[in-house]
């Protein structure tokens, strides 16, 4: 009986230490990216690109909310003269998938030349897909657009790849998934810094998978 009590004190209190680690590194996120975050337009630093960052596509092709926002506020900036031209950046890691071709789908449909986008078909997690803008499509000066949730684990990789960019919040609307997304991000902030500190490479350099 006094063993069994050891191991569940041991198990709460190793919980317990989980979980401020967690709440630690989110506190850090937040800490180092506050001043790069934006949710009004009229404060938002003009730059030369928009990163609109991949999420879930129908079976139909058609964009999540989630997405869609994201997709919506790029536009926005762009008709605001904040930005001149659109990375987008997602999953195409199979032929009956393609984030990617969703989105510039929309762009064009919503009046976009085709001629201002540039696709990122190998952005499979934010890591590789804020490493791949900097390193690969070279882009120096950027406004990235996703939910504001999801923006300092976003702006926390960039900053520590050396990348100028700032964020701004799609949110446009409550989110069904957004409960269990926020809750998802908490882990995600610990592989982004386990990420960081090895300054690892993304799975491929490659334009294209």
Do not use: C
């Given at each position: 009986?006094?063993?069994?009590?050891?191991?569940?004190?041991?198990?709460?209190?190793?919980?317990?230490?989980?979980?401020?680690?967690?709440?630690?590194?989110?506190?850090?996120?937040?800490?180092?990216?506050?001043?790069?975050?934006?949710?009004?337009?009229?404060?938002?630093?003009?730059?030369?690109t928009v990163i609109i960052l991949g999420a879930?596509?129908?079976?139909?092709?058609?964009?999540?909310?989630?997405?869609?926002?994201?997709?919506?506020?790029?536009?926005?900036?762009?008709?605001?003269?904040?930005?001149?031209?659109?990375?987008?950046?997602?999953?195409?890691?199979?032929?009956?998938?393609?984030?990617?071709?969703?989105?510039?789908?929309?762009?064009?449909?919503?009046?976009?030349?085709?001629?201002?986008?540039?696709?990122?078909?190998?952005?499979?997690?934010?890591?590789?897909?804020?490493?791949?803008?900097?390193?690969?499509?070279?882009?120096?000066?950027?406004?990235?657009?996703?939910?504001?949730?999801?923006?300092?684990?976003?702006?926390?990789?960039?900053?520590?790849?050396?990348?100028?960019?700032?964020?701004?919040?799609?949110?446009?609307?409550?989110?069904?998934?957004?409960?269990?997304?926020?809750?998802?991000?908490?882990?995600?902030?610990?592989?982004?810094?386990?990420?960081?500190?090895?300054?690892?490479?993304?799975?491929?350099?490659?334009?294209?998978?």
């Amino acid at each position: 009986m006094r063993r069994l009590k050891k191991i569940i004190l041991a198990s709460v209190i190793g919980l317990v230490l989980v979980i401020f680690v967690i709440l630690g590194i989110e506190a850090i996120f937040q800490r180092q990216t506050t001043g790069l975050i934006y949710t009004n337009m009229s404060n938002v630093p003009p730059a030369k690109t928009v990163i609109i960052l991949g999420a879930s596509v129908h079976a139909d092709g058609k964009l999540s909310p989630i997405l869609q926002d994201r997709v919506d506020t790029a536009i926005r900036l762009y008709k605001n003269d904040k930005v001149s031209n659109f990375l987008v950046t997602g999953d195409h890691r199979s032929d009956d998938y393609n984030e990617v071709a969703a989105m510039v789908g929309y762009l064009e449909e919503k009046g976009i030349d085709k001629k201002l986008i540039i696709s990122d078909h190998a952005g499979l997690d934010t890591y590789d897909s804020m490493y791949r803008a900097g390193k690969l499509f070279e882009v120096e000066n950027a406004i990235v657009v996703t939910q504001k949730f999801h923006l300092p684990r976003t702006l926390f990789i960039a900053k520590n790849l050396g990348l100028d960019y700032r964020g701004f919040a799609a949110d446009q609307r409550a989110y069904q998934t957004e409960y269990r997304l926020k809750q998802r991000e908490k882990l995600a902030n610990l592989k982004a810094l386990w990420e960081v500190l090895l300054k690892k490479k993304p799975r491929t350099l490659q334009a294209r998978l």
